[in-house]
Structures are given as structure tokens and as C-alpha cells.
């Protein structure tokens, strides 16, 4: 399925996705559902298991391990390697990971419900766009 949309998912988004319901669960029935893959670097994962495992979630280490394995497989992890690309300037050193992931992933969107990513989305060659923008290229995709 070479036609399905490569797709950058922030910790946040990819959190929230993982663990509450609602309308941010629907991305995670869509990766489930294979109408998109997410795109993945050592970098993003390290930052996942590291919020995973915040006290506020209350997730024992089964639960993390459980949440990864409903993710990680539908992900295409992609190597950053030196010499990085250049990418915007970003208010947030944290989030140059994901910018650099879409970059070199050639994912076809970023995202995010932060407004650090979300103010470059003029300046970047991938749609930084946000979930309920996502939920709707989505629905346009499988209604095709």
C-alpha cells in the first residue's frame, strides 16, 4: 500500500491518541486501520516511553509496554543520520525532532496541537496541520 499517507504524530497528539477516548482516539483506530502510517525515530519513541511513564497517567509498566505494542508496529521507523537538514527555527528545542522526522520520513503531514509547530506551518515543506484537520483529510481519504 505505497499510496498510504506518511504521517508525524507529536508526543502529545500521539499520547492522547493512546490513552484517551473520544474524538483523539479516532487516530488511533486509523493507524490500527492501516489509513496511515506513523512515522517514527529512536528520538520520538525515547520521548514516548519517557512520558509513558509520567506519574500523572498513572500507567503501570505492563500498561506502557501494552500502549507501545499498539503502536510501534504500524510504524515505519526512519534514521536520522548526520549531516542533519535544515529546518526551521523553532521556539521549542523538543519539537526539532519531529520537524526532522517529517523532513527526512517524507511525511506527507505533522500533527500537532502545539502552537510552536503550529506557527511554522508557512515556512516548512510538510502540512503542519492540526488533529481535527487530520480527522478530516482522513474522512475525505476513505470516502474516496
Do not use: H
Not at 27 to 52: C, D, G, H, M, N
Not at 114 to 143: E, G, M, R, W
Amino acid at each position: 500500500m505505497s499510496n498510504q499517507l506518511r504521517v508525524v504524530l507529536d508526543t502529545n497528539v500521539l499520547v492522547s491518541a493512546l490513552i484517551f477516548s473520544g474524538n483523539i482516539a479516532k487516530i488511533r483506530k486509523a493507524w490500527q486501520s492501516y489509513l496511515f502510517i506513523p512515522l517514527a525515530s529512536s528520538t520520538t519513541i525515547t520521548e514516548l516511553i519517557r512520558v509513558l511513564a509520567y506519574p500523572k497517567f498513572k500507567l503501570r509498566k505492563t500498561d506502557q509496554e501494552d500502549l507501545l505494542s499498539d503502536y510501534l508496529p504500524f510504524c515505519d521507523t526512519v534514521k536520522i543520520t548526520e549531516p542533519l537538514p535544515n529546518i526551521p527555527s523553532c521556539r521549542d528545542i523538543f519539537n526539532e525532532p519531529f520537524l526532522l522526522l517529517a523532513l527526512v520520513g517524507n511525511a506527507d503531514y505533522l500533527i500537532t496541537g502545539d502552537a510552536d509547530l503550529l506557527t511554522l506551518k508557512d515556512d516548512f515543506s510538510c502540512p503542519i496541520i492540526t488533529v481535527d484537520d487530520f480527522l478530516k483529510v482522513i474522512a475525505s481519504s476513505s470516502n474516496n
